[in-house]
Every structure is written in structure tokens, then in C-alpha cells.
């Protein structure tokens, strides 16, 4: 099937700096890929919906200017944590529509630690 | 927009007996329905998948089933094995743009 990557895996930040997060489809294009939150022992939440070449689309609730996602080319969308606070500590997930079926391939997230 | 629910949030089962999660819609037009495997720290994989037009769709010791006019579907995994044990996550929606359930916990005693 098709490969999803993400980096970092892990990620130990102090509060008030960004982190960026990367998400790559290896071996396909994504034009469209999406980024979840995941807090334990609960479920995927999404966040935003990344599209190559344009803005992204931001779920209720999530704020654009703290999450930023740029989706620059078809095989690479980052998300980028602005001014981390402890709050934001979490499990983030990316995933993306494989080339011929459409089912999503998810990265293999990315745990986010704000001191 | 769709809101699903997943129940129960965990089970437990003895090795070689059947699980099955239950989970509803509210979307009407949700027309894809995947269920997905977590393990512990690792990333959700598809399992199976049922779209609109299909009632029951089995692979091995896994299967699905649709009710659109109840708006439910259930996974149900037969002859359980420990290496079951995992969170499983209903969804629906879209092709691609899907809400997920909060996931069942699944332990299979062995």
C-alpha cells in the first residue's frame, strides 16, 4: 500500500517556541492530506484538511494562526505549532488518500511534549 | 456536521469467541464507512471498509455490515486472537473526509 512518513516522532519543546511537524506520501502524490489530534486514550479529532497549492480548511474550534499548515507540494504538508503551550501536548496524526482507492494512509504520528 | 458513536468503549472476550463493536451515524449522505486498528503508540490501519451500495462485506475472520436506513454498522471479528488486542476506531463520511468514532478498546483474554 502506499507509505505515509512523518517527522519528528517525538518532540520535546519549551512553552512559547514552534515545532514543525512534516508529512510525506512517499510513493504518491497527495493532493489532499489531513491532520488529526489524537489526546490519550481518545479518539482522532480532526483539524484541518491541507490542499496542495491552497489554504487549508480548519475544523470548528481550531485556530489557524496557532496551528499553520502549508501544503507547498503533492507529496509534503507541515503543520506547525505556534507558541506551544503545555496545553498542546498531544498525539498529532497526518494522513493522506492513496493514489487509487482513495482509503486513507496515516503517518506515523508525531507526540508532542510542551514544558 | 456527522457525528458518530461507538459503542462499547471496551471489551473484553476470551480467545476464539467473537467481538463485535456497534456504531451509528448522523449524516445521511456519509457513504463510506472504514474501520481502523490502533495499537498502542502506532498509527490507525484500515481493516476493512464498506461503502453505501453494499450491506455486508467480509474479509477472513472480519466483517461489516450497513443498515442506511437505521444508520448503523458493526464490525464483527470471529475466532478472536490475542494479537487482536487494539483500539478499533468506526468511521464515516466521505471518500476521503471522514469523523471517527471514539474507539473501542478490544482485549482478547487469552
Known amino acids: 500500500g502506499a507509505v505515509v512518513s512523518q517527522h519528528p516522532s517525538r518532540v520535546i519543546c519549551k512553552s512559547g517556541t514552534s515545532v514543525k511537524i512534516e508529512c510525506r506520501s512517499l510513493?504518491?502524490?497527495?493532493?489532499?492530506m489531513f491532520w488529526y489530534r489524537q489526546f490519550p486514550k481518545q479518539s482522532l479529532m480532526l483539524m484541518a484538511t491541507?490542499?496542495?497549492?491552497?489554504?487549508?480548511?480548519?475544523e470548528q474550534g481550531v485556530e489557524k494562526d496557532k496551528f499553520l499548515i502549508n501544503h507547498a507540494s503533492l507529496t509534503l504538508s507541515t503543520l506547525t505549532v505556534t507558541s506551544a503551550h503545555p496545553e498542546d501536548s498531544s498525539f498529532y496524526i497526518c494522513?493522506?488518500?492513496?493514489?487509487?482507492?482513495?482509503?486513507?494512509?496515516f503517518g506515523e504520528g508525531s507526540r508532542l511534549t510542551v514544558l | 456536521g456527522e457525528n458518530v458513536e461507538q459503542h462499547p468503549s471496551t471489551l473484553s472476550v476470551q480467545e476464539g469467541d467473537s467481538a463485535v463493536i456497534k456504531c451509528t451515524y448522523s449524516?445521511?449522505?456519509?457513504?463510506?464507512f472504514p474501520w481502523y486498528k490502533q495499537e498502542l503508540g502506532k498509527r490507525p490501519q484500515l481493516i476493512i471498509d464498506?461503502?453505501?451500495?453494499?450491506g455486508e462485506k467480509k474479509d477472513q475472520r472480519i466483517a461489516v455490515t450497513l443498515n442506511k436506513t437505521a444508520k448503523h454498522f458493526s464490525l464483527h471479528i470471529t475466532e478472536t486472537q490475542p494479537e487482536d488486542s487494539a483500539v478499533y476506531f468506526c468511521?464515516?463520511?466521505?471518500?476521503?473526509?471522514?469523523?471517527f468514532g471514539i474507539g473501542t478498546k478490544l482485549q482478547v483474554i487469552p
Open positions: 464498506i461503502r453505501s451500495n453494499v
Open positions: 468511521a464515516s463520511g466521505g471518500y476521503q473526509k471522514v469523523t
Open positions: 449524516d445521511s449522505a456519509s457513504n463510506y
Open positions: 494522513s493522506a488518500s492513496g493514489p487509487t482507492t482513495g482509503e486513507l494512509f
Open positions: 491541507s490542499n496542495e497549492g491552497s489554504k487549508a480548511t480548519y
Open positions: 510513493d504518491f502524490q497527495a493532493t489532499t
